[in-house]
């Protein structure tokens, strides 16, 4: 059974604040790994990738990936209120291209940014 | 262009009911993926398909769901007999699978209210 398992939060941070979200994972033979953004009643949208050890970085967005941990994080730097939302990660065991591309999701962590 | 279809976008019906929920993915994409989200089990993979074919059904609760795609532009899951423990979000999403990033889409959404 594979696991991805996340802060459930919530997580309140203020207005220009670093947030910081955390994500483990089970299975090793894991090699896509994505952050999804959802607002409440509305459905999940995908702000981040990466697929290497490292850092990737985009806009405020920053994207970190240990493999040899199991662990991936997404860093949002000068946070606004309109980050307020439930922070998903995915994890997929397939490469990138492959039919076996699914995905499984950790419960989200629930950020708050208030002004 | 238009995103992913859903329909219908809440649905409430009575233990014992079938419910059939539609999709319509974005043209072009030839990966389709039902979810299912609730607050105690998170976003969970039901079913996908690749090129209109089932690929892994191991997310599908039991023998009352079932899933179909007759064609590249339509999909459905069904539900029968309901329950009220199948109440939650339905969300399908698409994807391209031969590109270099695979990010799925996901469409709004079915909210499911089984009494």
């Known amino acids: 059974q594979k696991e991805v398992e996340q802060n459930s939060g919530p997580l309140s941070v203020p207005e220009g604040a670093i947030a910081s979200l955390n994500c483990t994972y089970s299975?090793?033979?894991?090699?896509?790994f994505f952050w999804y953004r959802q607002y409440s009643g509305k459905s999940p949208e995908l702000i981040m990738s990466i697929y290497s050890n490292g850092d990737k970085e985009d806009g405020r967005f920053t994207a970190q990936l240990n493999k040899a941990s199991q662990y991936v994080s997404l860093l949002i730097r000068d946070s606004q209120p309109s980050d307020s939302a439930t922070y998903l990660c995915?994890?997929?065991?397939?490469?990138?291209?492959?039919?076996?591309?699914?995905?499984?999701f950790g419960k989200g962590t629930l950020l708050t940014v208030n002004p | 262009d238009a995103g992913v279809i859903q329909s219908p976008r809440h649905e409430v019906t009575e233990m014992g009911q079938e419910v059939t929920l539609r999709c319509k993915p974005i043209s072009g994409h030839n990966s389709l993926f039902w979810y299912r989200q609730t607050m105690m089990r998170g976003l969970e993979l039901l079913i996908y398909?690749?090129?209109?074919?089932?690929?892994?059904d191991s997310g599908m609760p039991e023998d009352r769901f079932s899933a179909k795609m007759p064609n590249a532009s339509f999909s459905t899951l069904k539900i029968q007999p309901s329950e009220p423990r199948d109440s939650a979000v339905y969300f399908c999403a698409s994807s391209v699978t031969h590109t270099g990033e695979e990010t799925q889409y996901f469409g709004p959404g079915t909210r499911l209210l089984v009494l």
């Open positions: 299975d090793r033979v894991s090699q896509s």
């Open positions: 398909f690749n090129n209109n074919v089932p690929i892994d």
């Open positions: 995915a994890v997929a065991e397939g490469n990138s291209g492959g039919s076996n591309y699914k995905l499984t």
